[in-house]
């Protein structure tokens, strides 16, 4: 059971537009940033926006992190196959032993 | 660009100590900055933070799991290390170690090492 809620999966069809949601509560995400990781197939994750809503050099435009009091989303427009992975939500948790905590990740398939 | 390179053996057996090295290179592992962590994932399951530590030695450790991990650094090799004590099989996992900043993002990850525990 994860400390952070995403759904466990996503679908599209290419040059479509997913949301990914990542649920938490004033103890994490109400108090922190929220970074966003893609996992590609056998591969390690990968940084892909951090600080709610950055993205780190070499990141498309296409995919763009908020967030809203306890909740952060991931949005990826214009999808493509290779944009099939899986996708992690983190951040900090204060809650009397801080600790970094993550989402369970979701998957996109493209469909 | 920093790099992350996780070394270790493949296999440990239960109830025995699980040791893992971070070598870093394309900078100086002595960043005010940073904290270099260790993230690990079980087989077809998420990821599990489990701790960080800075070059001065301050350590962050996932509750979960502190009262059986360890992490220290070798500045003079531009390295840090895990040691997991009493493992079981629950300790399976693939193990990556991260540059992480602050308590805010990891960047970059190591390829991972996959550490299986079994007698």
């Known amino acids: 059971q994860s400390v952070l809620t995403q759904p466990p999966s996503v679908s599209a069809a290419p040059g479509q537009k997913v949301t990914i949601s990542c649920s938490g509560t004033?103890?994490?995400?109400?108090?922190?940033?929220v970074s966003w990781y893609q996992q590609l197939p056998g591969t390690a994750p990968k940084l892909l926006v951090y600080d709610n809503n950055k993205r780190p050099s070499g990141i498309p435009d296409r995919f763009s992190g908020s967030k809203s009091g306890t909740s952060a989303t991931l949005a990826i427009t214009g999808l493509q196959t290779g944009d099939e992975a899986v996708y992690y939500c983190g951040t900090w948790d204060s809650n009397l032993n801080a600790y970094w905590v993550f989402g369970g990740g979701t998957k996109v398939t493209v469909l | 660009q920093q790099q992350l390179q996780e070394s270790g053996p493949g296999l440990v057996k239960p109830s025995e100590t699980l040791s893992l090295t971070c070598s870093v290179s394309g900078g100086s592992i002595k960043s005010t900055s940073y904290y270099w962590g260790w993230i690990r994932q079980p087989p077809g399951k998420g990821l599990e933070w489990i701790g960080s530590?800075?070059?001065?030695?301050?350590?962050h450790y996932n509750p979960s799991l502190k009262s059986r991990v360890a992490m220290s650094v070798d500045s003079s090799k531009n390295q840090f290390s895990l040691k997991l004590t009493s493992v079981t099989a629950a300790d399976t996992a693939i193990y990556y170690c991260?540059?992480?900043?602050?308590?805010?993002?990891?960047?970059?990850w190591g390829r991972g090492t996959l550490v299986a525990v079994s007698s």
């Open positions: 004033s103890s994490n995400i109400g108090n922190s940033y």
């Open positions: 530590i800075h070059y001065r030695g301050s350590t």
């Open positions: 991260v540059r992480q900043y602050g308590d805010y993002w990891f960047d970059p």
